[in-house]
């Protein structure tokens, strides 16, 4: 049996490749033709294999229904009047600037008078950044949950998520084990999930760990009452009980060094968020965290997932949104 690799355009390493690699409007596009249909054109009007480059406005042309189509046509840059350079440049420096970028700093770099512009395609980026098809978190997890944004008068304990300017949420991370190079046994976070939640109850908590978590997998509580034996149905349960608040950190250091992390970005880079739009800034945490050994990779597949999102225009990003 013979098996096809698809081979994936080569990404740049350093500043300077990137400069010499995507000077033009034309280079960008060849690059997005290459990640975008690595095996040839697939016309997304018929699916049909095959077609030829109208090189005078690059545009394929479908060999089957004739019609014509933009590298960018569906993606989040579909229809953009922002040029595609642009583009390249703010996935270059949110992928590989470690503590992310907020909309004032792209602002800079582009070189754009317009905010807007800036925060709209930071936003067009961070509801690009999850796979649909992404695998599940799997083995041992530590799970917990924690509490986002600004004090909330009168509210104690797993009340405060009622607070006005407070979001709950729900988190988890692979615990990884290794050996350093003494050959002493250690342990390290993995793939992390994160996501926004109503409540911390027995239902949600089975939803999101159906959704991130592959059956069979062990997961460390700190044995809120959310975390039952109906929630853990299909995984192993292993609950550690904290004797103080101090000690939630020792038993599970993983998931919450990954929640101090979170909040001292969301509040050194972003001076904190508006709840409707938390959701994005966790998908974007968890796209960086996922990705922080390989971070000029993480160029090369933040452009892969952005060209297979559909659009989303500024009305839905005002509105806020679930990335599902």
Not at 42 to 54: D, F, I, S, T, Y
Request: hydrophobic residues 35%; proline residues 4%; positive net charge.
């Amino acid at each position: 049996m013979t098996i096809a690799f698809v081979v994936k355009p080569d990404y740049p390493k350093t500043m300077r490749e990137y400069r010499e690699r995507f000077s033009n409007r034309k280079a960008c596009l060849e690059y997005l033709v290459k990640a975008r249909w690595p095996e040839g054109f697939v016309c997304p009007h018929c699916q049909h294999v095959g077609g030829w480059l109208k090189e005078d406005r690059f545009l394929y042309r479908c060999e089957q229904c004739k019609r014509d189509t933009s590298p960018t046509a569906g993606t989040a840059m579909h229809r953009s009047k922002i040029p595609i350079q642009d583009w390249f440049w703010a996935a270059y420096m949110v992928a590989t600037h470690t503590p992310g970028l907020s909309a004032k700093q792209l602002q800079r770099y582009l070189g754009t008078s317009s905010y807007e512009t800036a925060w709209y395609l930071l936003q067009r980026f961070r509801r690009a950044m999850v796979n649909d098809n992404r695998t599940l978190v799997s083995g041992v997890v530590e799970a917990d949950e924690t509490l986002v944004g600004g004090p909330a008068k009168g509210k104690k304990g797993r009340g405060v998520a009622k607070g006005k300017n407070k979001s709950l949420v729900l988190g988890m991370v692979e615990v990884l084990s290794y050996k350093d190079a003494s050959g002493k046994a250690k342990k390290r976070a993995g793939r992390v999930r994160l996501e926004v939640a109503n409540h911390a109850d027995e239902e949600t908590i089975r939803v999101f760990l159906d959704k991130n978590l592959k059956p069979g997998s062990k997961v460390q509580t700190d044995g809120w009452r959310g975390y039952s034996e109906t929630a853990l149905l299909d995984y192993r349960h292993v609950i550690k009980v904290q004797d103080s608040p101090q000690s939630a950190s020792r038993l599970a250091p993983h998931i919450h060094r990954v929640f101090s992390n979170l909040k001292t970005w969301l509040m050194g880079t972003h001076h904190g968020v508006e709840p409707k739009y938390l959701q994005a800034y966790l998908d974007e945490f968890v796209f960086r965290f996922n990705r922080r050994q390989t971070p000029m990779a993480a160029f090369q597949t933040l452009l892969g997932i952005t060209a297979v999102k559909t659009p989303a225009t500024m009305r839905k990003i005002q509105s806020g949104y679930s990335t599902g």
